[in-house]
C-alpha cells in the first residue's frame, strides 16, 4: 500500500485558512488521493477526494502538486469544530478499496 | 437512516473471555469494513466484505478474530478469549460499490471500545 507523509500537528487560528501538507512520492496512477478527518470520540469521517485536479466541496478544498507526489488540504475558515486530526490516504480505485490510514496531522485551532 | 451504528460503544471484559461486537451499516451499503484503532495510532484495517462474502482479511486478524456478515446487512466481529493486547477501538466502516472514479466514500460508525482487564 502506498505511503503518505504528513506532519504530526499543526496550529491555527480560528477563522484563518489552514493549510495541511501531504506527501506521497510513490504513488501510482490509480491511486486516488483521499482525505478523512476524526473528531475526539468520533469515527473518521470523509472530507474530499481527488485525482490530478484540484477539488472543491463545502468541507475544503484539495490542491494537487502536478507530479501528483504531492497535495493539500485547504481549510478556508477554520472554526473550533476542525479541530481533528486529518488523515491523507490513497485508495486505489480497484479491488478492496480499503483505507490505509497512517498517524495524521492532528490540527489544533485556538480561538 | 441515520448513519452507520455500532454496538456496544463500550465493552470491559476479563482476559479471556468472548465477545461480539454489531455493526449495522447504511442500508444500500453493499461493502462492510472492520478497523482497529488504538491510542495515538491510525486506524488499522482488520477485513471487508462486499455482501454476505468476506473478501479479504488482515495479517492482524488472528484465529481468534471471527467476523460474518449473513445476510449482507449487519455484520458482527467475535473475539474469543481475549488478551489485553485486544483493548482497542473498533470501528466499522460502509460503502457502496465504486460506480464511479475515485471510489465512493466510507461512513465510519462511532466505535466499539474495547478494555481488557
Known amino acids: 500500500d502506498a505511503k503518505t507523509t504528513q506532519p504530526n500537528s499543526m496550529e491555527s487560528n480560528e477563522e484563518e485558512p489552514v493549510h495541511l501538507p501531504c506527501n506521497h512520492s510513490?504513488?501510482?496512477?490509480?491511486?486516488?488521493i483521499h482525505w478523512y478527518r476524526q473528531l475526539p470520540s468520533q469515527g473518521p469521517e470523509y472530507v474530499i477526494h481527488?485525482?490530478?485536479s484540484n477539488v472543491n466541496n463545502r468541507m475544503a478544498s484539495l490542491a494537487i502538486a502536478e507530479d501528483r507526489k504531492s497535495s493539500t488540504l485547504i481549510l478556508h475558515r477554520a472554526t473550533l469544530r476542525d479541530a481533528a486530526v486529518y488523515y491523507c490516504?490513497?485508495?486505489?480505485?480497484?479491488?478492496?478499496?480499503?483505507?490505509?490510514f497512517g498517524q495524521g496531522t492532528r490540527l489544533t485551532i485556538n480561538p | 437512516d441515520t448513519g452507520v451504528s455500532q454496538d456496544p460503544r463500550h465493552k470491559i471484559t476479563k482476559r479471556g473471555q468472548n465477545v461480539t461486537f454489531r455493526c449495522d451499516p447504511i442500508?444500500?451499503?453493499?461493502?462492510l469494513y472492520w478497523y482497529r484503532q488504538t491510542l495515538g495510532q491510525g486506524p488499522e484495517f482488520l477485513t471487508y466484505?462486499?455482501?454476505?462474502?468476506?473478501?479479504?482479511k488482515s495479517r492482524l486478524l488472528s484465529d481468534r478474530f471471527s467476523a460474518e456478515r449473513p445476510k449482507g446487512s449487519f455484520s458482527t466481529l467475535e473475539i474469543q478469549r481475549t488478551e489485553q493486547g485486544d483493548s482497542a477501538m473498533y470501528l466499522c466502516?460502509?460503502?457502496?460499490?465504486?460506480?464511479?472514479?475515485?471510489?465512493?466514500?466510507?461512513?465510519f460508525g462511532q466505535g466499539t471500545r474495547l478494555t481488557v482487564v
Open positions: 466502516a460502509s460503502s457502496l460499490l465504486p460506480r464511479r472514479r475515485g471510489g465512493t466514500e466510507a461512513f
Open positions: 510513490t504513488i501510482s496512477g490509480t491511486d486516488y
Open positions: 442500508s444500500e451499503h453493499n461493502r
Open positions: 466484505f462486499q455482501n454476505e462474502a468476506q473478501l479479504e
Open positions: 490516504i490513497l485508495r486505489d480505485i480497484q479491488g478492496a478499496q480499503k483505507l490505509v
Open positions: 481527488g485525482l490530478t
